[in-house]
């Protein structure tokens, strides 16, 4: 069956809303074919959102809807932030439908806790409409994940209809009441209005736009056993502002840090979140890590990441920094490739890399280390690289931020190298990262960071270790702390460890030197210092 189910009324055809024809539906779907399956539950949802029937009726097949929601936010959805270029292409249309199916359940419980809300009766002689509004606050959670996982701007009355919420069962005194709700794998689950209020807005604060690809959904789900550590208090006077936020339950906004709240603006709805607790928690985990220490069980983020995302939370939910040098509009435009090898091959005067080691041993192994294809063009005369161009949108004391009018033909993730040309030359290429990505329809403006004004290319492989890291790679030498003494290598990520024995190929000169300190790690490369 490859269209929404219909019955027929005196009106004509109709949505079906007999839950057990509905659940009939449901099972007959093509689970295998998201695109078309997902287009169809979402089409069937706004139909029934439509529909005049009962509050509980309307429950009742938000409950069976869910079942096939959930199945896709466990096998679509939630892979982590461990992304392909090639994956987050495929991922962002499924983002992009999930987030509509979330806003229709939300939307439909809106509905069934708005009637009970309305009806002429005393409400407060019968049960509130809790779990209603419960069940809608976690689905609109959801649809602002989902909008992060997009790089987008935060929807408009979604803050709006979440303080609603959290206000209306505060007061009455149900917010910190416990509720079930249905979950994952076709089983109810239980919280409250305060968990799951504070679980979004905590995963609001995390800065998610400066994040890897994947990243917020993976600290979403960590904070489900951390927002206990948080907790919710009238406005009051704080001494020490780190780790404070203010929010008004009143407006279509977030929390803010402390610091940042004008005190004048404060009423009988303001509100202080205080996450000191948690930035305990954070610090001591960074410090297992540094030592070399096993980190708590209850941490469910990925080990490739764990490191950077636990440093990442504890600035954003501290206090907030503060920009020295403001960014000054600016005009003009510039040339943009992304990935190391791309960067190579500009800086390496349009010679693409070439992997010795194959070349020696042996070449009729397939390397599968990087798709070249995916970031380049090949040709008979060799492997060439195009950069694309971006407007100026202004520009700080260590980096620019830039937008485009129509999506790149490649990819770009937060956390990925770039070559990055001003235009004032030819071939002044200057090694940068992207920091942030902000999306809006068809416009795409990105965040860029400086961290190498100049670098030489070279190739580096490790002396031990498996097979790939004995392959010789694309790296770049550069300057480290503005001292051309005090140099360091960015290459692509996994290669370094801590003492490890390197060779290290320049001009054609081999020189066998030993990885000092990591500087930097991010999801597609490492800087390291190194002795000689």
């Not at 002429?120 to 976690?138: F, V």
């Not at 004391?397 to 235009?423: Q, T």
Request: proline content about 4%.
């Amino acid at each position: 069956m490859e269209q929404i189910p219909l019955k027929k009324s005196s009106k004509g055809s109709e949505i079906e809303t007999r839950p057990i024809y509905i659940e009939e539906w449901l099972d007959s779907l093509p689970y295998i074919d998201f695109k078309k399956t997902s287009a169809l539950l979402n089409e069937a949802l706004i139909a029934t959102n439509k529909a005049d029937i009962k509050s509980s009726t309307r429950l009742e097949l938000i409950r069976l809807y869910n079942r096939p929601y959930q199945y896709y936010v466990a096998s679509q959805i939630n892979a982590g932030a461990q992304h392909t270029l090639q994956t987050i292409d495929a991922m962002g249309s499924q983002v992009s439908q999930m987030k509509q199916i979330a806003v229709s359940l939300s939307y439909g419980c809106k509905l069934a806790f708005d009637a009970a809300l309305n009806k002429k009766t005393l409400w407060k002689q019968s049960k509130p409409p809790i779990d209603a509004m419960l069940m809608s606050m976690n689905y609109l959670s959801h649809a602002l994940i989902f909008s992060f996982l997009e790089y987008a701007p935060i929807p408009k009355n979604v803050w709006q209809q979440l303080n609603f919420i959290y206000d209306f069962a505060e007061s009455i005194e149900c917010h910190k009441k416990i509720y079930s709700i249905p979950g994952e794998n076709n089983k109810d689950t239980s919280t409250t209005i305060d968990h799951t209020y504070k679980k979004i807005m905590m995963a609001s604060l995390v800065d998610p736009h400066h994040l890897p690809f994947g990243a917020i959904w993976e600290i979403f789900e960590q904070l489900d056993s951390w927002v206990e550590y948080t907790q919710i208090h009238p406005m009051q006077t704080v001494s020490n502002s780190s780790g404070y936020f203010v929010f008004d339950l009143t407006a279509d906004n977030k929390a803010i840090a402390y610091e940042k709240f004008n005190q004048k603006n404060i009423n009988n709805k303001t509100r202080l979140l205080d996450t000191t607790p948690l930035e305990n928690l954070i610090q001591k985990q960074i410090d297992l890590i540094k030592i070399g220490q096993p980190i708590d069980k209850s941490i469910v983020l990925s080990p490739f990441y764990a490191k950077s995302l636990l440093v990442h939370m504890l600035k954003a939910w501290g206090l907030p920094p503060k920009r020295y040098f403001p960014r000054k509009s600016k005009s003009g435009k510039l040339s943009i490739v992304s990935g190391v090898r791309a960067i190579y091959y500009f800086l390496n005067n349009g010679n693409a890399f070439q992997n010795e080691t194959a070349t020696e041993n042996e070449t009729d192994e397939i390397d599968i280390t990087e798709n070249i294809a995916d970031e380049s063009k090949t040709s008979l005369s060799g492997t060439h690289y195009a950069s694309e161009d971006w407007r100026i949108v202004d520009q700080g004391s260590g980096g620019y931020a830039v937008i485009r009018d129509e999506k790149p033909k490649k990819a770009m993730r937060v956390g990925d190298l770039v070559g990055i040309n001003i235009g004032e030359k030819d071939n002044s290429w200057i090694i940068g990262v992207t920091r942030w990505l902000m999306v809006s329809k068809t416009i795409h403006k990105v965040g860029l960071q400086i961290i190498a004004d100049t670098a030489n290319p070279v190739v580096l492989r490790a002396s031990s270790g498996s097979k790939a890291d004995r392959e010789f790679r694309p790296a770049f030498l550069v300057g480290h702390n503005n001292n051309p003494n005090e140099l360091s290598l960015i290459v692509e990520k996994g290669l370094y460890i801590a003492d490890r024995e390197l060779e290290l190929n320049r001009d054609g000169k081999k020189e066998i030197i030993t990885a000092g300190t990591l500087i930097e790690s991010s999801i597609s490369y490492e800087v390291f210092s190194y002795k000689s």
